[in-house]
């Protein structure tokens, strides 16, 4: 698979996890809710640890579910120091 495929997979599969949490986050207790928030967090920096995904691309997804669903909460995605430099 190219990077560039993969990396458009990574986002499309990181588009669909934040609208799945959208769709059940009233429907769950808010601790469960940001319980798969914090995992579809993990999950994003994990994806730009391993260059799935850029860290750009991941905020741009990032805030653009949030504009579409108000109820996620903010996320910023830090990369591990040994990345960052």
Known sequence: MKDDS???RTANLLIARLDAVARVAG????A???RLV?????ATMRAVALQLIEAERAESIWREAHERNPELRRVQIELPARLAA
């Open 6 to 8: 993969r990396s458009e």
């Open 27 to 30: 429907l769950l207790p808010n």
């Open 32 to 34: 469960e809710t940001e």
């Open 38 to 42: 914090e995992l579809a967090t993990v």
